[in-house]
Structures are given as structure tokens and as C-alpha cells.
């Protein structure tokens, strides 16, 4: 199962130390997988990729105009995120999912995934979107194959029109377990894209579902379309979601899982640290499930990978 949780506006350093205490939760095997959508305040992250030449603006411009600079592990290069635009941070362990041959789900296959469950989301929404080859994330004003093979588009010639990001994704996985994710532009002010190189890339611009439907009212709220996403992912991955309504449940259900002693009123000043403080990180949950206790045998899963935005 996979549950889903929309946090709506949250910032970005609390987003992090959030994903911190989930990944910990998920690498013990105290939670299933999780996707967090939500939106940020504008901020500018920089993957362990990225060049500082691709901020455009200044550092005092930056701040005059509100947004924060943010160095963080996920592959890629520079991105944007700001209001009007869903984030989505998927939690998921990889060793508990399967690729579409019925093989060990690897971080590429992950993200190919992701961009299905994105590229599906525009056709609910009557936006037509792909794959470019060599280039991770999802365009518009594309020729695409059918939606789950290598078919792309290879160059730019072959687009009328020329192709437009709407949505950018980078990834980080250790011990098995990703984080980070999507931006998936909605109603974002494209002119803050203006603050930088978007991913790195000079030559094709960014879009935003407000700039490719026919009617930019009558799109939903980002609440709606991240349910409308979870359902994607749900669809994509071949699992079922559960919509969370709170952080606190997800936690208690966590404090609940087997193995995990009942807190005291006497705790000790370790029980009171961070949860992604208190739990150390291991290469296997320790609830077991049958998926992963079928793979014991087959090589051990990337430590630590990053894939580009």
C-alpha cells in the first residue's frame, strides 16, 4: 500500500528534516511507503550536480525577493520551487516493489515510473505530455509511444513547436529507500524560472498546467490534484492508496508497529530525540515483508544514488 499525505505550504528546511524522520521510519520497516505532496515558499535547491553558474540572480536579489538557496543530495542541478506548483516527496523502500517484468525495481526504473504517474496526470487534466531521451522529468508538445516504453522523442526537429518541462525530478536513494522527488508545475509564476538555468538546461523552456489548459480557472486546487496524483501513483506502481490526515497518524502508527516498546512517562533524553535521530539506519527492515525475503538471494541494492533532475 501506499499511503499519501497532503501537508499543503511547507518550508523547505522543515521539509527536509521531515523526509530525514520518514526515511529512518521506512528504512526500519516501522512504515510502508509514503508519498508527501505538498507546496514550498520560493526556494532554489542545488543537487550534488549542480553548478553555481546556473543561478542567474544575485544573492541580494535573491533575498530581496524572498527565496532561500538550498544545497541538498538528490542528483540534478538547480530547480525552483515555489507556489502554485506540486511537490511530491515519495518514501518508498525499492526492494518492496517490482519493475514491469517482475524484477527488483531499480532507481532508474523508479523514476521512469514516476514520470508515467506525472504524464498520466496531464491526459486527466487534457494535457498531452512525454519523455524526451536523455532528459529525466515531463514535457509538453511532445510525439511519444505508447506510455510505458523506450519511445521518445530524440530531437528537437521532430517537435512543432518546440518541447516545455512541466515537470522536473530528481532523486535520492540510500540503503534502498528514496527521497525527493517531483516539481510539478500547476499555477507557478514562470517568471521566476528566470531566476536560473532550470536543471542545468539553456535551450528549452518551462511550462505549467495553467499555461497549457484552455481554461486556467477552472483547474483544481493543488489539494485536488494531489489526490488526483496519489491515484496516479497508485495506478502506475499497481498498489492501493490510503489518503493519510495527519502527520500524527502516520506517527502513531508508526509508535505501533511490532517491535516497538510503548513510550514511558520516565523516558530517557534518547527516547525524546527526533525520531530520524533515534533510528539507525539498517540494509533490511525488521518486519520483513515476503517481497524483500524473496530477494535475499540476489545482490544487494545500491547503497547510495542519485538520479538527475
Given at each position: 500500500?501506499?499511503?499519501?499525505?497532503y501537508l499543503g505550504r511547507v518550508n523547505y528546511a522543515e521539509a527536509l528534516?521531515?523526509?530525514?524522520?520518514?526515511?529512518?521510519?521506512?528504512?526500519?520497516?516501522?512504515?510502508?511507503?509514503?508519498?508527501?505532496?505538498?507546496?514550498?515558499?520560493?526556494?532554489?535547491?542545488?543537487?550534488?550536480?549542480?553548478?553555481?553558474?546556473?543561478?542567474?540572480?544575485?544573492?541580494?536579489?535573491?533575498?530581496?525577493?524572498?527565496?532561500?538557496?538550498?544545497?541538498?543530495?538528490?542528483?540534478?542541478?538547480?530547480?525552483?520551487?515555489?507556489?502554485?506548483?506540486?511537490?511530491?516527496?515519495?518514501?518508498?523502500?525499492?526492494?518492496?516493489?517490482?519493475?514491469?517484468?517482475?524484477?527488483?525495481?531499480?532507481?532508474?526504473?523508479?523514476?521512469?515510473?514516476?514520470?508515467?504517474?506525472?504524464?498520466?496526470?496531464?491526459?486527466?487534466?487534457?494535457?498531452?505530455?512525454?519523455?524526451?531521451?536523455?532528459?529525466?522529468?515531463?514535457?509538453?508538445?511532445?510525439?511519444?509511444?505508447?506510455?510505458?516504453?523506450?519511445?521518445?522523442?530524440?530531437?528537437?526537429?521532430?517537435?512543432?513547436?518546440?518541447?516545455?518541462?512541466?515537470?522536473?525530478?530528481?532523486?535520492?536513494?540510500?540503503?534502498?529507500?528514496?527521497?525527493?522527488?517531483?516539481?510539478?508545475?500547476?499555477?507557478?509564476?514562470?517568471?521566476?524560472?528566470?531566476?536560473?538555468?532550470?536543471?542545468?538546461?539553456?535551450?528549452?523552456?518551462?511550462?505549467?498546467?495553467?499555461?497549457?489548459?484552455?481554461?486556467?480557472?477552472?483547474?483544481?486546487?493543488?489539494?485536488?490534484?494531489?489526490?488526483?496524483?496519489?491515484?496516479?501513483?497508485?495506478?502506475?506502481?499497481?498498489?492501493?492508496?490510503?489518503?493519510?490526515?495527519?502527520?500524527?497518524?502516520?506517527?502513531?502508527?508508526?509508535?505501533?508497529?511490532?517491535?516497538?516498546?510503548?513510550?514511558?512517562?520516565?523516558?530517557?533524553?534518547?527516547?525524546?530525540?527526533?525520531?530520524?535521530?533515534?533510528?539507525?539506519?539498517e540494509d533490511t527492515p525488521l518486519q520483513?515483508?515476503?517481497?524483500?525475503?524473496?530477494?535475499?538471494?540476489?545482490?544487494?541494492?545500491?547503497?547510495?544514488?542519485?538520479?538527475?533532475?
Amino acid at each position: 500500500m501506499i499511503q499519501s499525505l497532503y501537508l499543503g505550504r511547507v518550508n523547505y528546511a522543515e521539509a527536509l528534516r521531515l523526509q530525514d524522520e520518514l526515511v529512518a521510519l521506512r528504512t526500519e520497516g516501522r512504515i510502508g511507503n509514503v508519498l508527501l505532496l505538498l507546496e514550498h515558499p520560493p526556494v532554489l535547491t542545488l543537487g550534488r550536480n549542480a553548478r553555481r553558474a546556473n543561478i542567474l540572480a544575485s544573492d541580494e536579489l535573491l533575498a530581496a525577493r524572498g527565496v532561500t538557496l538550498h544545497e541538498i543530495n538528490r542528483g540534478g542541478d538547480v530547480t525552483y520551487h515555489g507556489p502554485g506548483q506540486l511537490i511530491g516527496y515519495p518514501i518508498f523502500d525499492l526492494r518492496s516493489l517490482r519493475n514491469l517484468s517482475g524484477g527488483r525495481l531499480g532507481p532508474v526504473d523508479f523514476v521512469r515510473l514516476m514520470e508515467e504517474a506525472l504524464i498520466r496526470l496531464c491526459g486527466e487534466l487534457g494535457v498531452k505530455a512525454g519523455r524526451i531521451c536523455g532528459l529525466t522529468g515531463v514535457w509538453c508538445h511532445l510525439w511519444w509511444g505508447s506510455p510505458l516504453d523506450e519511445s521518445c522523442v530524440t530531437t528537437a526537429k521532430d517537435v512543432p513547436g518546440g518541447e516545455r518541462k512541466i515537470a522536473a525530478i530528481g532523486i535520492h536513494v540510500a540503503r534502498g529507500v528514496t527521497s525527493h522527488g517531483f516539481a510539478f508545475n500547476v499555477t507557478t509564476d514562470l517568471r521566476d524560472f528566470g531566476l536560473i538555468n532550470p536543471c542545468g538546461i539553456t535551450d528549452k523552456p518551462v511550462t505549467s498546467l495553467a499555461n497549457e489548459v484552455r481554461d486556467p480557472a477552472a483547474l483544481p486546487t493543488l489539494e485536488v490534484l494531489a489526490h488526483l496524483a496519489a491515484r496516479q501513483f497508485g495506478l502506475v506502481f499497481g498498489e492501493p492508496v490510503e489518503m493519510l490526515e495527519s502527520l500524527d497518524a502516520l506517527r502513531a502508527q508508526a509508535q505501533s508497529a511490532p517491535g516497538v516498546a510503548p513510550e514511558s512517562p520516565a523516558s530517557s533524553p534518547r527516547d525524546q530525540e527526533p525520531l530520524a535521530q533515534k533510528f539507525q539506519a539498517e540494509d533490511t527492515p525488521l518486519q520483513v515483508p515476503p517481497a524483500v525475503e524473496r530477494l535475499r538471494q540476489l545482490p544487494r541494492p545500491v547503497k547510495d544514488r542519485s538520479i538527475l533532475a
